[in-house]
């Protein structure tokens, strides 16, 4: 049998089969087909050659709802709230505040997804308790349902007052408008983020209705066209959380999914560090419209439950993935102020790079490669994209036209130093500006263009190591067979830490405990395949924001969480106070269930040298100058084998640069190990 694992980026779709019987992985790579993201994957398969009836489990990690958002080309939205409070997703919380910056003056508040003529408000009340002050009135769910259907709505998101602690207002709602506008898709918030603020529980819902189509309709035609090919089985789709959901979940609650295709690339690298004897990375995954990165400590990325995308904050757990707009495609460009930018804008998948040859004309970070002598002309790019280099310096010569005094070497070498810029500005945020110091790190480089840029990267952050593991080019596909099945659960209880106590924490947990068991049951898993984590959001009386703390069940005592938390807070803040009394807002629980991951085997060559591992000599730009280097095929560098840079390292999904001063080795599982000489 097989597993399969497929990616969806904006440049390339992956995939990669496991054969449990042989131990053995085959990766293919295809352009993607943006608007139509199915038909990549369909090419991806053909090239595969297999028989779908095989396959045991395939596990989808995409960006069609990221996409959706950043474009805002999602589904027509409608708010039913609580009277007097439909303007809340506007107001928010009045704050200039953006992430990266303590104010900025040009602050401009993005538009919600739900104008103000499609907020509806009804009588409904909840009491912060959860009792019931007015229920729902169905003549008014009624009338308010004529209005949806006058205004073409397709999407509805219910948000009331105080859900989070009695969700009944809300199924009634959701279930009158389903009865007088039946097809209609509805999300109530007490499903989607069931836990308090209203601000970011009303933002999450809408945003979950506003992809809900977009992803219904893709996860249709992705089901049908599967089925139709002889695979049968369960679609479990990558979750921002860092496991794995059912297709039908991400249907319901695709705002699940946001960052699917990123966190596969970290539970990737999770799975190759941890093979290789690493606990400590940042992975940098660099495809051809962005780049992800995300920092790892002890095997463990961190988790957050407050993210924000295109202005809009997300209120559920997500791996902490940084991403910024420098890729493979990102253009280069000229601002008002004859200023060379790089991205965020991307050539994508179409029109392509200039070298493409299929219509892109503006000035990219592969041209430059290309004119730099970094990528081969001589292997198509992923083995399907031929590269031109004439192309590419006619795209780059519409900027030396600008910067007279440079030529087209120098130019692409200055668009490439302003994308790492970038690069590097992302992993100081999730690295020096939260207390971490990236020279503790190792950088893991993946993607179809990381591994080229690696070493400024790795210099530019004072880090003396990378990690290129095999496979790069495909590492994303490979990490959603890595990953576990995995739901979260949240219950908001706010009450001072001691009186609240261990039994009835305790207690507590117990309810979430059943909800998850069952949950996994009902998807034939059994009791003893099923693991728990749980956690607290805590924070010192009188705080606005809280930490969340991991707990042990076994414990049995309230000190070890105390000190944990005191511990925790000083590392984020700088600061902790040991005497002050803690207040517990939410309990959290993920239920896990095991899935059988694929076996790595140690790395063979198929040349017994190093010297036969070399497939030619080429001339490469470094620094303002061409230098004469050895180009080898990775799959024939023998295991054990070092050598020094300059040098270039291709293989069919990725090209590894190593930069002068620079020396490589390769370990006993195929990965190259880059050390500042």
Known sequence: MYTLGIDVGGTFT??????????????????????????????????????????????????????????????????????????????????????????????????????RHL???????????????????????????????????????????????????????AELIRK??????????????????????????????FIMPVMDHY???????LKHRGYSRQIFIMSSNGGIISSELARKLPAKTILSGPVGGVNGGIFVGEKAGLRNMITYDMGGTSTDVCLISDLSPSISTDTVLAGLPIKLPQIGVNTVGAG??????????????????????????ACYGVGGTEPTVTDANLVLNRISRRVPLGGKVSLHLDLAKKAISTLTATFTKLDEYQMAEGIIQIAVAKMIGSIREISLERGHDPRDYILMPFGGAGPMHAIPIASGLG???????????NLSALGLLTSEIKYDYVKTSISRLRELGWEEIQSRFQELKEKGRGDLESQGFASGQIRFLYSLDLRYVGQAFEVNIPISPESGTLEPVEADFHRIHGETYGHADQGRRLEVINLRLSAVA???????????????????AEIERRSVYFDGAFHDCPVYHRDLIPAGSSFHGPSVIEDAGA????????????????????EEA
């Open 14 to 115: 992956d995939l990669v089969l496991f054969d449990e019987a042989n131990k053995t992985l085959t990766t293919t790579k295809v352009p993607s087909t943006p608007g139509d993201e199915a038909k990549a994957v369909f090419d991806g398969l053909q090239e595969l050659g297999i028989d779908l009836g095989e396959i045991e489990r395939i596990v989808h990690g995409m960006t069609v709802g990221t996409n959706a958002i950043l474009q805002r080309k999602g589904a027509k939205v409608a708010l039913v709230t609580t009277r007097g409070f439909r303007d809340t997703i506007e107001i928010g919380r009045t704050r200039r505040m953006v992430p990266g910056s303590l104010f900025k003056i040009k602050f401009v508040r993005p538009k919600p997804l739900v104008p």
């Open 119 to 173: 907020r509806f408000e009804i009588g409904e009340r909840i009491l912060y308790g959860g009792e019931v002050l007015h229920p729902v009135l169905e003549e008014e769910v009624k009338a308010v349902s004529e209005q949806l259907k006058v205004h073409g709505v397709e999407a509805v998101a219910v948000c009331f007052l105080h859900s989070y602690i009695n969700g009944e207002n809300e199924g009634r709602a």
């Open 180 to 209: 007088y506008l039946p097809g209609i898709m509805v999300s109530s918030s007490s499903e989607v983020v069931p836990e308090y603020r209203e601000f970011e529980r009303f933002t999450t819902t809408t945003l979950n209705c």
């Open 219 to 225: 996860l249709n035609k992705l089901a049908e066209g």
């Open 328 to 353: 493979g495609g990102s253009i280069a460009w000229v601002d008002a102020g004859n200023i060379l930018k790089v991205g965020p804008r991307s050539a994508g998948a179409s029109p392509g790079p």
């Open 463 to 473: 880090i003396k190591t990378c990690l290129v593991p095999r496979y790069p080019g």
């Open 594 to 612: 095991g899935v059988e991951k694929p076996t790595l085997v140690r790395y063979q060559s198929a040349s017994r040298s190093l010297k036969e």
């Open 655 to 674: 090209t590894t640069v190593v930069f002068p001063s620079w020396s490589a080795s390769v370990d006993e599982w195929g990965n190259i190990l880059m």
